[in-house]
């Protein structure tokens, strides 16, 4: 073959092969630049995960605060509310046991609860009537009623009282018209009964009010005929129940009194403060200053009984 020739298909050869290898090219810097571009959408996408998870992250602390504060300000509320319903339900509780203002203020306010104040029982002789020692006369009953004589401010009704009555019951005794009347004289207490079995009978008023200073005399004097034996006895306050204006709660009625012994006639006795005497050892003297009232107590082993009572009078000094 000749020498141009084979140059010119040599030429046409590596031109050919410039061609191919420019395509080659072309073709592999396509599949370049495709590939890095899916890296870089790669890369972009990761990175985008990546800044949401950062957002995420930073997210998290604040929602967690949220919830925390969310129960906080919850149980602070919750907080709150118990005290107010409890210090409501102390003031209700203080309330209902009407205790003072200052201790209902004291279970609001949590401290120590003092003791509830209690007012001191009444002393009955706070407002007692007083004795002036000139009219002394209790009853000489020509009145024909059962109330005592109305001097020095007394005031009282005389009454029978038997250990078969019914407890409380009353029965006031008025004053009987004397067999053999004298126009100064017609009537006396007459106290006739039968046979008891238990402490006997009290013939006896009390002072209306309950306590009567009676210190400006000496004792009581009275006329009596029996026969018979009775027990003479003057009341004074701390012998009398509570609820019968006295200031006894613990066996009470254990009156100063004095024995007397009757005879068939008329005759005058007199039986001075100190002569009266309670039943027992250590016991107190009669205080003639906070007297209750009177009585005339038969027991039980002196009935029946049947005599009268007249002339009743404080002793003069
Ligand atoms: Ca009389």
Not at 39 to 58: D, F, N, V
Not at 213 to 232: H, I, K, L
């Amino acid at each position: 073959m000749n020498q141009p020739a084979n140059d010119e298909k040599l030429l046409t050869r590596v031109a050919l092969l410039h061609e191919q290898a420019v395509a080659s090219s072309n073709e592999q810097l396509a599949v370049d630049r495709a590939t890095f571009r899916q890296r870089l959408e790669e890369l972009t996408r990761r990175k985008r995960l990546l800044a949401g998870r950062a957002s995420i992250q930073t997210l998290e602390p604040a929602v967690h605060s949220w919830w925390v504060q969310l129960l906080a300000v919850t149980g602070a509320g919750l907080l709150l509310l118990l005290g107010v319903i409890s210090v409501q339900h102390l003031r209700h509780q203080a309330t209902r046991a009407q205790v003072l203002p200052a201790t209902a203020a004291a279970l609001a306010s949590n401290r120590q609860v003092p003791t509830i104040a209690v007012d001191p029982p009444r002393d009955p002789c706070d407002a007692r009537k007083r004795a002036r020692g000139k009219e002394p006369l209790i009853d000489d009953f020509e009145d024909g009623n059962p109330l005592i004589a109305a001097f020095e401010d007394r005031v009282g009704l005389w009454s029978l009282f038997k250990d078969s009555d019914f407890a409380g019951s009353f029965n006031a005794m008025s004053p009987t018209l004397l067999a053999h009347p004298t126009q100064k004289n017609r009537y006396a207490l007459h106290a006739v009964g039968g046979e008891l079995l238990n402490w006997g009978a009290t013939i006896s008023f009390p002072f209306q009010p309950a306590c009567y200073d009676a210190s400006a005399y000496a004792g009581v004097t009275f006329s009596a005929r029996g026969p018979g034996r009775v027990f003479v006895g003057m009341r004074d306050v701390s012998v009398v129940p509570v609820e019968y204006g006295g200031t006894c709660t613990k066996d009470c009625y254990n009156t100063h009194e004095k024995k007397v012994d009757l005879s068939a006639r008329w005759q005058s006795y007199t039986v001075l403060w100190g002569e009266m005497r309670q039943r027992g050892y250590d016991t107190k003297p009669l205080d003639p200053s906070r007297t209750s009232g009177m009585s005339f107590l038969v027991h039980a082993a002196d009935t029946p009984y049947d005599f009268w009572i007249d002339d009743v009078k404080f002793t003069t000094r």
